[in-house]
Structures are given as structure tokens and as C-alpha cells.
């Protein structure tokens, strides 16, 4: 065996005069979307909102080389995915339904940390509360062809049916008619009410606005290529979105405890997702980044998609040498970074550091991968720096609040005057008005 | 005092054989947004980010009448706040500090219920759970001009201050220069950390992207017109956003129990915001109906704003006739209101049956307004159906969750047989093979 080529991955120091450009510049991505893109999308969502099912057939037909008679065809039913869960592997059964009960375990805490209603009475005897319901139906797109991924469904669906939703709705594309086994089993692990072998824009469309046949929604879920994240943002107002994701990443906080093959193999575990896909690796040890880089370099030839670990660790990986730990995790803040993993054998001592972070991968142990199939926590979380202000996909994201008000009769006397006093100050008497007709009068009889 | 004109209000039956359409006639209202704002909007983003201060004082100059010659004299300080305090009545004082006192304790209560992070430990001696964590730095945008509302203020900058955020950055317009001194008092009782007299689309910019002097946030919040809308709709993903609001909506279910000129005045004070907004009232008593129909007419012409009540009521208000309380419960539902007014002496009865409103008021005491100032839940609120899939402003609006995974030696050899089964699955190898390395081996020093 020849010695395998190098892989050429960027290496900066925080000492270097120019680490602060250079540094922008391994986190520069634009999430600029194509305006060829945006306006065909808009076409196609102006033309699914007019026409209904007959627009959605006949991009399925073009886009999809799908061509059928009616919306009929393209529905899945429940046998369809009992026959698939019966004809996979039973290792496989096994292993979707385990990390289904695991995902599910998790996200039942999640509903019980902070999806549940509550109210109190101050000492007016007014009540004050928020009452914490369920959506009614949502939509869950699940990418098909080649990046057809079954673990995702179970992100998605399991969350909201932990939240009571009793309708899941799941559109997945088909292209020439080819279905992926193993996303049919999955819907029939997590349970999904109705499916749809529909995609793109199209699809986004159908649930967003309803046709004949695909229900409407009130939110969609879930990743799709550009075509589907721009129709998504053009559906939200009408329907509720997740999010809009970017390429993945990882950052590895490293204090050099960890066999370097590990954490070799968890930068190619987000670099084998697409040339787009960014992993970094900060640490305070230059000869333990030697270390990794050996690694990276000995185990690239063995990997099938090799091809794209290298575009994507060439074109957006980096090998950081820090000062320290702490401005590790300075630099990781800054970041912002989808999946955190903290390589190290004092974990806990750096986490209390990490502000900003989809998930947090803890301890040598901690693969980014467990994480990403079965560990329980969500899979879908903020790209792009979008943890400054995002989550990840949760429970609550398939629930709504209302809050709730009722001002008791001792109440409305103490709050009318306060909010007469405001309502006069915003110059909206009738505001003010309604708050002191309640003042010092009961309620009689309309009649 | 002659007699008053007769306010033509919708009058509807859920009876009548229209119904439906003439139902669907008044919940019709389009968000589109006009194409030449939309267009402006995205050139002064555009050069925001680009040319910084200089863009914003242009702006400002040429549509506040607000020509300066730097940017320092666009900031307010806090004794421009504490000033501004000192000069409001006494009893406006007592008014703002009392609505704060609410608005702080119900967003605590919001904080204990929702807000705290949680872990637990699996069998295997894994631990899972979410960090909860406050938001660095957020912008709040405060309508100026004729538009200006203390409250919001209030509402938008306290559960900011609950979740923990650390720096709270307020834009505020000022047409002229004309200041109002009651949203400077409102800033100095809920406290802002630095605020700058700019608005429109050129201060959104400035937030999002940041400039010299103005600094950049992760989140924006808070109303404004439809430039404002549509810069936040074109900022979010660079920063988190709130919602679109669009305009304010009342619906009242009444079973006749509640004095008809409180429920009259109830749809006044929505009416009153402007000629867009939505007072909707079912009730199954038609005589009650026709009660308020008469306050209505009564106590219109004593209103300051009569002019916007009436074009309010008359182009999107409705009595609307129902079969029975159920029935007016079932429109609700499909309406999903932004307010949602009870007015019956059993609301308990009904509000199990009420599955998507932003606020639910209970009983006849409980005018929206007492909720708008001061009863403590928050008035930013989904509006246009919204409430469907998305929930009052609150602390969760402020704060984001980071999944935490920290898997045992032991759960590494259960969860990688699952994780690199199911990866293998989806052709992720480097996914499979990081779990795998994972199994049966302890780490080992790095060098």
C-alpha cells in the first residue's frame, strides 16, 4: 500500500498575527439563496395554491419522473409500511425501534421539563396561567433519494407525537418510483397518520396550503434541498417552520485525552455529509493536532466517501492551536456550532464555559454519531451560528401556548386604575374606558 | 343630541345558508406585502451593511427629519431615561412601576415553569438533558411617532430581563426629534441598556449587522410598519426574530351574562388600534346581539377615535349568531384569535374547548385591556390565524437550549451498536465507524 496522500487541512494558531482574518475566513458562509431558485419556487407555490392536486401531479411527473393518474398513487398507507418494516434485517428492526423508545424517552422528559400548562392566583384571587396545547396537524418533509434519511423521520415524528399531535403527515419523494425501505419502516415504528411519496416546493405547497387531497397543516417540519428550505420560508406566517438549515458542523474542543483516531473519525463524520459540511478542531496541544492530522491522513484511504471528507475538510475543516482551553472555548462561543463535542477527560469543567451550542457531545465517549441516531436528544438542531438564538427540534416546537386571564372582581380594581392611567398616556380612551367600566360595579343581567 | 347613526355592523347566523362563505368573507385578510417596500427595503439592508453609520444617519436625515451630524447624537443615555421619569405625573409613575411589578412576577413564574435547564442519568449511567441559556444581546424595536406605546416597551424589554439577557438595545424613532416621554420613562422603570433615536428599516439593518457605534444583537423584537416587518422577515437566520404581526384581532364569546356596554366598549378597544384590526362577537342569544348592536351605537359618538371604531367595525367586525355555545367554541378554534374573551359567568365551563388563542380572557371582569397593561401575561400576541402554531412573546423568547449528551463507557457499548447499524443504513460509514471505535476500548493518552 502507497503512503496515502496528505489531507490538506487548514491549520491556524490563536497566536498568529492574522489569526483574526483567517479565522473569518474559515467561518465565512453565505446563506445567500439563488434568485433563479426563489422565483421558480414562487411560481410553483402560487401555481399548487391555484390549481391543487393537478399542479402537484404534474410537477411529481416533471420533477420526480413520476408520472401518475391521480393523487391516489401517490399516497402511502399503513400496509405499505408494515411490509417494509417486515422486510428489512431484524438488526435493523431492532435498531430503529430501540433508538425510537430511546428518542422517545427523551423527549417525554422534555414534555415534562417544560410542556406543561400552569396557572396560579395572585392575592386578588386572579388567575394567571398559560395553557400549553398540542398542534393539530403538521407536516413532516423527509428528504428521498440518495440522502434519504430514516433517523430523521424519528427527529421529527417522534417529538411531535410526544406532544399529542394527532395528526403527522409525512410527504417523502420518490423519484422514478424508487422508495427507501427503511424510511417506510421507520414511519411504521414512529407512526405516521398519512404519507405522500411527494417533494420539493411542490410538496412544501401541498401542506401549506392544502389541495383535495393533502391535508392542510399548521407547521412543517424538517430538511430538504433549496428548493424546499426557500419554499418553507415563503410558506411561514401561513404555516409554522422549524428552521432553515445550512451545512453541518462540528467543532471539537480537544484537551488532547482522547485517542486522536476518534476524533479523526468524528471530523469525518461530519465531513462525509457533503463538500459543505465544516469540521474544526481547536486544542491547546500542537503535537496532539499532529496527532489527529496522522490520523486523518492514515484513515482517509479506507473510507468510501473519501472523496468527499477531503473536499470538505480542504475546502472548510481547520486544525486550531489555541492558548488554552478557556479560549477554546472563547473561540467555540463565537462559533457557535451545531455539535459541540468536548474531547476531554475533565468535560464538566468546560461546559459551564460553552454558551452557545445545538448540542453538546461530552467526554471521549460521547461519538457525535450516538448522538445523531439514538442517544435520545434531538438531531435537528441550529446551523450557521443560529445557536446564539435557535434550538434544537424539541417537543415545544410542536406545541402552542395561550396564555390565560381571569381578573377577579377585587382584581379589576386594582388593574383598571393602573391601566386606565396607561391607555389615557397611549391616547386609547376606549381601552381606558373598558377598564373602568369594571371599576366598583358588578356584573348585571344583559336582559 | 340627536340621535346616533346606526354603526353597520356584520350581522351573521351560523344558521344561514351562506354561512360559510360569508364567514370566510370576514376572516379574509392577505399578508402580502407590497412589492416596491419590499424592494426598497432590501437596498437599505443592503447598504446598511455595507457603509454602516454613514447609511443609518442618511436614512434618518431623510426620513425622521432628523438630519445630525454623527451618530452619537442619535444615542440616549440613561439620564435622558431618568429624566424623562421625572417628568411624568405621579400618577403615570405609579402606573409603570405597578404594570412592571405584574409583568416581572407572571414572566418569574414563566422562568420557574419553562425556563430552568434539566438532566437526568439512563440506566447505563448516561447523561441527558438541555442547558437553557439567556440570549447575549437583543434588540427591541419601540414604534415612535403618533404610534407609540410604553406598554410595549414594557412588555418586550421585561421578559428579556427575566431570561437573563445581559444587554438590552432599544431603537426608537423620533420623527422631528420629537422624543415621547413616556416610552423614556418606560425605559428607565424596565430598564434598557443603550438606546438609539432610529427607526425603519435602517435600524433593523443596524442591529442585525451591527455598526460602529450601534452594536449587533442576536435577536429582534418588537412591532413596527411594514417596513420594519418586512426588514425583520429579510434579517431572520442572521438573527432570531419575533413574529410578524399582523393586525390586531379581538374575538368575544358571549353567553349574555356580561353588561352589553362592557362587551360594546371590549370591541372598541380593539377597533380603536386602527381601521384593520378585528372585533368579532358570537353569541347564541340573538336579543343579546342586538343589546350590544345598541351600546354600540350609543357609545360610539362619545369615542375620540369614533372615525377609526367605525371603519373598523363596519370593514372587518361581525355579530355572528351562533347555534349554542359549542358551536361559537368550534368558530373560535377555527379562527385562533389573537385575544379570545370569555364573557360568560361559567368561562370555566368553555375554555377546555378553546384549543388556539395567543391570550384567553375568563369572565366579565377580565376586559382585554386589564391584560393589554398590566395584568402581567404578556400582549405581544400571534395574530392572523397564527395562534395555530405559535405562542405569546415570553422568557423562552429570550433565552435557547443546547441538547447535552454525555454517554457512559457502558452506554457507548449499547448506543454504538444501534448508532453504526442504523449509519451503515444510510451510508454514513464514517458515522458507523466512529461509534464503532468507541466499542470495547478504553481511551488511551493521546501521545
Known amino acids: 500500500m502507497s503512503a496515502p496522500a496528505r489531507v490538506n487541512l487548514r491549520r491556524l494558531a490563536t497566536t498568529q498575527p492574522d489569526f483574526e482574518a ?4 474559515v467561518q465565512h458562509w453565505s446563506a445567500e439563496t439563488d434568485d433563479a431558485i426563489e422565483g421558480r419556487v414562487a411560481e410553483i407555490l402560487a401555481d399548487v395554491r391555484q390549481r391543487g392536486d393537478a399542479a402537484v401531479l404534474e410537477y411529481t411527473a416533471r420533477f420526480d419522473a413520476l408520472p401518475v393518474g391521480s393523487m391516489g398513487e401517490l399516497e402511502l398507507t399503513q400496509a405499505d409500511f408494515a411490509a417494509a418494516f417486515a422486510a428489512i434485517t431484524p438488526a435493523q428492526r431492532d435498531a430503529l425501534q430501540q433508538a425510537t423508545r430511546r428518542i422517545r424517552s427523551y423527549h417525554e422528559r422534555q414534555l415534562d421539563a417544560c410542556g406543561r400548562s400552569w396557572s396560579y392566583r395572585d392575592e386578588d384571587g386572579t388567575l394567571l396561567g398559560q395553557k400549553v396545547t398540542p398542534l393539530d396537524r403538521v407536516g413532516i418533509y423527509v428528504p428521498g433519494g440518495k440522502a434519504a434519511y430514516p433517523s430523521s423521520l424519528l427527529m421529527n415524528a ?24 427503511l424510511v417506510l419502516a421507520a414511519a411504521h415504528v414512529a ?26 397543516v399548521d407547521k412543517i417540519t424538517g430538511p430538504g434541498n433549496a428548493y424546499v428550505a426557500s419554499a418553507k420560508k415563503r410558506v411561514f406566517g401561513t404555516v409554522g417552520i422549524d428552521m432553515i438549515a445550512g ?3 462540528i467543532l471539537v474542543l480537544a484537551d488532547g485525552s482522547t485517542p486522536a483516531d476518534w476524533v479523526a473519525m468524528d471530523l469525518f463524520s461530519q465531513a462525509e455529509h ?37 473536499a470538505s475538510l480542504e475546502g472548510r475543516g481547520a486544525l486550531i492551536h489555541t492558548r488554552s482551553m478557556e479560549e477554546a472555548c472563547e473561540i467555540s462561543n463565537r462559533i457557535a456550532p451545531e455539535h459541540l463535542e468536548v474531547s476531554s477527560n475533565e468535560p464538566h ?6 454558551r452557545h451550542a445545538g448540542a453538546i457531545f461530552l467526554g471521549a465517549y460521547t461519538s457525535e454519531s450516538l448522538g445523531d441516531y439514538c442517544a435520545g436528544p434531538n438531531h ?32 379589576a380594581q386594582t388593574l383598571g386604575v393602573i391601566a386606565a392611567e396607561l391607555a389615557y398616556g397611549e391616547g386609547l380612551q376606549a381601552h381606558a374606558q373598558a377598564a373602568e367600566m369594571r371599576l366598583a360595579k358588578k356584573p348585571r343581567a344583559a336582559r
Chains 1, 2 share one sequence.
Open 158 to 181: 417522534v417529538p411531535a407525537h410526544v406532544a399529542g399531535v394527532p395528526e403527522i403527515v409525512m410527504v417523502v419523494p420518490t423519484p422514478k418510483g424508487e422508495r427507501n425501505t
Open 247 to 249: 451545512p453541518s458542523e
Open 349 to 354: 469543567r468546560w461546559e459551564p464555559l460553552l
Open 274 to 310: 457533503d463538500e459543505l459540511a465544516q469540521s474544526i478542531l481547536l486544542c491547546p496541544d500542537a503535537a496532539y493536532l499532529d496527532a489527529v492530522q496522522a490520523e486523518i491522513n492514515r484513515l482517509l484511504p479506507g473510507m468510501p466517501r473519501a472523496a468527499i471528507i477531503r
Open 22 to 25: 483567517a479565522f473569518r475566513a
Open 380 to 411: 435537528v438542531l441550529p446551523t450557521s451560528g443560529t445557536a446564539r438564538f435557535s434550538s434544537p427540534l424539541g417537543v415545544y416546537d410542536f406545541q402552542k401556548r395561550s396564555s390565560l386571564i381571569e381578573v377577579s372582581e377585587q382584581g
Open 191 to 216: 407512526g405516521v397518520t398519512r404519507a405522500f411519496t411527494i417533494g420539493g416546493a411542490q410538496a412544501v405547497a401541498a401542506l401549506a396550503y392544502g389541495t383535495a387531497t393533502v391535508p392542510q
